[in-house]
């Protein structure tokens, strides 16, 4: 009886560990807004970024589990950049108008250049990656000690725990995102 | 006529109105009030006055607030400050709220520059972003 207990409850534990993994427990938080379609359409602004940028876009595109796919187009509404902004305190700002239907009308993702000029490439596509993901309709999320979610809000995603693409738990993200949007 | 007034109240039911809103990155996450204190230039407690300006840098709002300095804590004797913050009238930033006129906040501040070698500018930004602005 004891025993046929015990097996239940290592049972779920493994079954826990499995689906989260260490430290993974689902974290992911959405924005009120989103795209109506999953194929998303974005034009490069980033210049001098814009080998960084395509590293991002390529790990969400290419990570498992993904539901959208982002794709180069002229005039889009959805605009990459790399602009000084000064020290604000914020490496990345991303820009986001939203209409009565939840849905997003403009979206901007910007590198603050006062900052990612000082960062190596590893750290730059962290950072984009990040920004890509609230464009993709993912809030902030997420706490250290590491892992954390490409969604974590600070810098220390790269530079303390080493996340350069998105995780298993922003890809949940997405996935809900398009799960809600199709629902509507 | 109740096909007109359907049509008429369809018509009369407002447009979906844009909202705006702001995610911002910590390029520095601040990890408690002494690595705070330690990385700002001054740090103050003071009340938002109604005086702010606003401005957009490549599509990005910002606004520039004046604050009065009723005690500094650390840093050079000021008795205003202007701080700049991302945001504006009618934008949502989550992370790090815009002052509001007749507030009384404890602020800790780092000099606003676009460069090191920039000529000051006279602002201030709040140390690690929402972490440095605490309502008082």
């Known amino acids: ?184 | 006529m109740a096909a007109g007034s359907a049509a008429l109240a369809l018509c009369a039911r407002p447009a979906p109105v844009a909202t705006e809103r702001i995610v911002t990155t910590d390029a520095r996450p601040a990890a408690g009030v002494a690595e705070l204190t330690a990385e700002s230039d001054l740090v103050v407690r003071g009340v938002a006055t109604g005086r702010r300006r606003s401005e957009r840098v490549a599509g990005v709002p910002f606004v520039v607030t004046e604050v009065r300095v009723t005690r500094v804590l650390a840093g050079p004797a000021v008795d205003m400050v202007w701080v700049r913050q991302v945001g504006g009238p009618g934008v949502e930033t989550p992370d790090a709220p815009v002052l509001v006129a007749g507030h009384g906040y404890l602020l800790y501040l780092q000099r606003f520059a676009y460069g090191p070698g920039d000529r000051p500018s006279g602002q201030y930004v709040t140390t690690g972003g929402g972490a440095g602005v605490v309502a008082a």
């Open chain 1, 1 to 184: 009886m004891v025993s046929s207990f015990l097996v239940r409850l290592v049972s779920v534990a493994v079954l826990f560990v499995a689906t989260a993994g260490p430290g993974q427990a689902r974290a992911y938080t959405l924005e009120a807004c989103a795209w109506a379609g999953t194929s998303i359409a974005y034009t490069d602004q980033s210049g001098a970024y814009a080998g960084t940028t395509e590293r991002a876009v390529a790990d969400w595109n290419g990570v498992r589990g993904s539901p959208v796919r982002l794709y180069a187009a002229n005039g889009a509404a959805l605009t990459f950049q790399a602009r000084n902004f000064g020290r604000s305190g914020y490496d990345g700002i991303t820009v986001m108008s939203c209409d009565g239907a939840g849905h997003f009308v403009h979206v901007t993702s910007s590198y603050n250049t006062y900052y990612a000029d000082r960062y190596g490439s590893a750290a730059r596509e962290s950072l984009f990656g990040h920004e890509i993901g609230h464009a993709l309709g993912l809030a902030h999320t997420g706490a250290l000690p590491c892992p954390v979610p490409i969604m974590y809000h600070g810098s220390d995603r790269y530079f303390s725990c080493g996340e350069v693409g998105p995780q298993p738990d922003d890809v949940a993200g997405v996935q809900a995102v398009v799960h809600r949007v199709q629902g509507r």
